[in-house]
């Protein structure tokens, strides 16, 4: 359906990439966990997102831009993103899987969004009339250049997806008409929410245009000068190749990061690399929720100063995870470094996915760790950016499980599927049975359409020590190089190579210096964090147990359960409530004593809050 | 010196309550704790405030006001209140003990407050020249009822101290001119601060003028209609007898208990005692440190909701441990119940004494429950209210040691020191010998000037499970009845009691709805609670040592630190720095095998920070 593959970040051509990805088309799932969200993607989500942006006025926004219908803006003044962001979410959707239903809303909202551009290729539905005059005059706060981003974003997934350039020439002429203005020699300024970057340095991959990559690094290099206002929280507070941490709003530190990343991919200069290491290090060695979730702070939705990571009252915010997703992906593609992927999959698997519901219509916009039962999905919100970056992350998900360089493929991400992937001018079948991420057993048959030698490099995460692999009942007899285990071979029809990951369930402790979590405890299987939730334990409050760290675990499939997760039993003491219920310090001695032996439940913390409300906690004290 | 008993609180007429208080000099210090805060109070403390207060224009803007010299009002508008403070400090320290110094420079004071009084009576050096016509108009923020409150309490503490007319007389003429303007039929109002409320009970007591208890009546039923703002950080969001819950500015709430107490001692309101009641328990069991600091929140130096007491970032303002203290001794007074002396000990010791460094001359505002070195004592503050806050209540601490009752003699604190305790008449001599808070083991000397029949009544806190008593050698047969052990008999001359209290250290725990203390343990050694502190354990950093609670504790006099403290020793883990330097979550179990067993030292809470700075803990995680 496409003439170019649905790629979610294309690398193919960068000069700094160690490896190219490959398409979200190119693997189609059988497993239990995306299988199915392929299907309540693009048959529940994108259709209810649809009728809330009609119902909100997010799309009639656009008609009233293009002159169809005559009534006030509605809503806030950066609600076009959201538009923008289902349209990617929903080439992505189509790419997987072309759908009617799906296809027909989406050629609707492309042609209200194109209906609305400007001759000269500006396009937002809120700067329109008596606002045309206030075009690019907020900056900091009006966000044109973010929207634009997504717009770009939009315009490349669905050339990809579809092989249709409508779309992507709407984001061309936009593109140009914000190159016409902002540039060097020309106007100076960047957007308060970085975004563009990514985008343009994409715009510029798909359709060869360097400009767009000039502006990309023109917008990258103008941050940082005070322009749209010096402080952490529009990431303007020092130059990027200053950079040391990782502050100020995440979604905006994150977005910064894809986009130095991509600009690097394309440019080689160090100091843009040099940065993101730095980045990277202090973000994951002191700034990151255990759920890969990032932003502690509700106030500014801002990352907290070092180990500064509270649980119930953590702000980690659905996009903050996915925008830390989307600069891992990148960061791996530079490099090959398993590294970037255990992040990538830790956040997309609880930080991410925790932020919509099963039943594919709800969402977390916060994501706190430990709750009282207070804390519940909503249909959507009056500023609704996480529901489709959700969708859109959950949409592309195939397009992470490989990636190809050179000498060999890679597998990142390991689900029962079945892919295509192009390698020097062939094309590698690669079929994986497992119950990943439940199982930690995967047998992967190899069928390259030519027996050739390459290398497949299996991701073994850090979390699975002892991983063995084994091809064709001879187990593999070399080391896991940063994060994969590379076998050369000759490969020919149906080899088949068997990987068993360690999914032993066991206790994560967390750094001394993280006030929140130290003397606590909390429970990691494979990829997977746990929570324990009052809807599994009848009779206890989660909040009221603690766990000795040799105590037994145990994991249990739960085909009915919460779609079909694992289980994971634990034993617990459970605390005197009634004791307790008059006290709030007591010796430890006495409160020992009423101490009560009892079992408890835990599950996938993606899937907690999806019963009747109760207490949740991450972060089991101990015993 | 005095014609009146130097009595802190004076119940000694108040129909509701149960005890009256004994006068601050009825006792004589000659401990290791409270005998050399004493002289420091009198020599450095006192002293040293009163010269930043003439170096910060608080003197001077009494000079200003009338008319002695013409310059700006200086400071903030309720700075006032600092110089009442002081001088009921002063009084205080004076009636224990006269000094030449701090007698003339108390009277230089008094001397430029008095001269500042308009011909109304109207008080208030700032609504003075072009502010005089904006008197009584921002009664939530001017905090002139406040202001005048503190002036009574000054007025009050004077007389009782010396028998002096001046400063008291002063204090009338400004209640009689409130008196004059707000009321029943008059105008209606009350202050965003209370205060005012317990200053005009005690007034009331002190002249036998009803109208100051009338209006301290009318200025706690006006609260809560919304006249000073309708919100509880100006404890305007309820009447006082709907409160279920102590929320808001903690040091207001508290000082609003202390004078709805004092209210409820004259007037016997059931509704009263009643609500004190429950926001006792509000307090107590749900939002109280383990200090007895409160106010857990930096915004609006607030109490948090239920549970809510984080650590590092706690406020625990130290005025809102004197407030809870002073509220608590009204519960007391009101009730000869221990648990309110428990909680009193408790704030006074650990929440207060915190407050002021060990030299008498460096203040905490804020106590927060961990550190990492960055919070340090400060000379003074624009907002000053805690260094002469601290000042009056050590000042007055002999105060709180004895009470009477028709049936005897109550013994609530415990210090080696000489008591003359009068009683019906006649006056009966307590001579205690202990080391405590060092040493749990107090004997009592009991001579009456004449032999009689009365009951001993001796506090046996909370924390001492196993207290045993006797007299004259013989075991003392009865139980402790609401805290504390009657002993009925005809006392003669050195009739001897021996008290042995618990003083083992132990760990406590706290309810496991507290986030920020769930997996954690908290040290209390009789009636101090414990800090582990860097400066005595070199080597270690505090935030990496967790413990077991089965761990060996020992307690070891040291006289020569931190002026004489028992310092307790443990043992400990501690988690590998080098480890954790640059992970922030790692397996529990390949954590835990590189812990490493140590021991250390932690010191009374209220001496932390009084040497070079480092990180601090108190609520150790377990191990």
């Known amino acids: ?305 070092d180990y500064e990571l509270p649980n119930t009252s953590a702000y980690s915010e659905t996009c903050a995870a996915i925008a830390n997703a989307m600069w891992q992906w990148r960061m791996f593609l530079l490099t090959g470094e398993g590294r970037f992927m255990d992040v990538f999959e830790l956040a997309l698997l609880n930080g991410s996915l925790a932020g919509i519901s099963l039943d594919g219509k709800g969402y977390f916009y916060v994501n706190p760790l430990g709750s009282r039962g207070n804390h519940r999905r909503q249909p959507w919100f009056d500023c609704a950016c996480c529901p489709s970056n959700i969708a859109r992350i959950i949409a592309q998900v195939a397009g992470y499980f490989y990636a190809t360089s050179d000498d060999g493929v890679w597998v990142n991400l390991y689900a029962a599927s079945d892919a295509q992937v192009p390698w020097r001018g062939q094309t590698i079948a690669i079929a994986q049975d497992t119950d990943y991420p439940w199982g930690g057993d995967v047998v992967l048959r190899v069928t390259p359409a030519e027996e050739a030698e390459f290398t497949l490099y299996l991701r073994v995460p850090e979390w699975a020590t002892g991983a063995s692999a084994s091809v064709n009942g001879v187990p593999v007899d070399g080391d896991v190089v940063g994060g994969y285990l590379p076998i050369r071979r000759t490969w020919a029809k149906d080899d088949e190579v068997s990987l068993s990951l360690n999914m032993k369930p066991e206790w994560l402790a967390a750094n001394p210096m993280i006030e929140a979590d130290a003397g606590r405890l909390a429970l990691r299987r494979g990829p997977l964090v746990y929570a324990v939730e009052q809807a599994d334990n009848p009779g206890l409050d989660p909040w009221f147990l603690s766990v000795d760290p040799a105590g037994r675990l145990a994991a249990e499939a739960s085909h009915d359960l919460l779609g079909g997760v694992t289980v994971v039993w634990g034993e617990a003491e459970e605390a005197p409530l009634d004791l307790w219920s008059r006290s709030l310090y007591l010796p430890e001695a006495k409160a020992a004593s009423q101490q009560k032996k009892v079992s408890f439940a835990a599950i996938p913390y993606f899937a907690w809050a999806n019963r009747e409300a109760g207490p949740m906690q991450m972060w089991l004290p101990r015993r």
Request: proline share 4%.
């Open 1 to 305: 359906m496409s003439d170019r593959p649905a790629v979610i970040v294309d690398t193919s051509s960068s000069p700094q990439a160690r490896l190219r990805p490959v398409a979200v088309n190119a693997v189609r799932f059988r497993d239990d966990l995306w299988a199915p969200w392929m299907v309540r993607i693009r048959e529940v989500t994108l259709p209810t997102q649809y009728d809330l942006m009609e119902e909100t006025g997010r799309i009639d926004n656009f008609r009233r831009a293009s002159g169809k219908i005559k009534q006030d803006y509605q809503g806030i003044y950066f609600n076009d993103s959201d538009v923008h962001k289902w349209l990617e979410a929903a080439a992505w959707s189509l790419a997987y899987e072309p759908d009617a239903n799906l296809g027909r809303i989406t050629d609707l909202v492309i042609a209200e969004v194109a209906a609305a551009q400007q001759p000269d290729g500006y396009l937002n539905s809120y700067h329109m009339f008596d606002l045309a005059g206030e075009r690019w005059s907020d900056l900091q706060s009006k966000h044109e250049m973010y929207l634009a981003g997504h717009l770009f974003q939009a315009g490349v997934a669905h050339h990809r997806a579809t092989g249709r350039r409508d779309l992507l020439d709407v984001a061309c002429r936009f593109a140009d008409n914000i190159d016409s203005i902002f540039g060097p020699g020309k106007r100076h300024g960047t957007d308060g929410h970085p975004e563009p970057e990514m985008a343009l340095v994409e715009l510029y991959r798909e359709t060869s245009e360097p400009r767009y990559l000039a502006l990309a690094q023109f917008l990258l290099d103008e941050r940082g000068h005070g322009i749209v206002g010096g402080d952490s929280n529009l990431q303007d507070h020092k130059p990027f190749r200053e950079l040391d941490e990782v502050i100020g709003h995440a979604v905006r530190a994150c977005y910064l990061n894809c986009g130095a990343a991509d600009v690097f991919a394309e440019t080689g200069e160090q100091a843009l690399s040099d940065t993101l290491g730095r980045l990277f290090r202090n973000l994951t060695e002191r700034r990151m929720y255990v759920t890969g979730g990032v932003g502690a702070l509700h106030a500014g939705e801002a990352l907290g100063v």
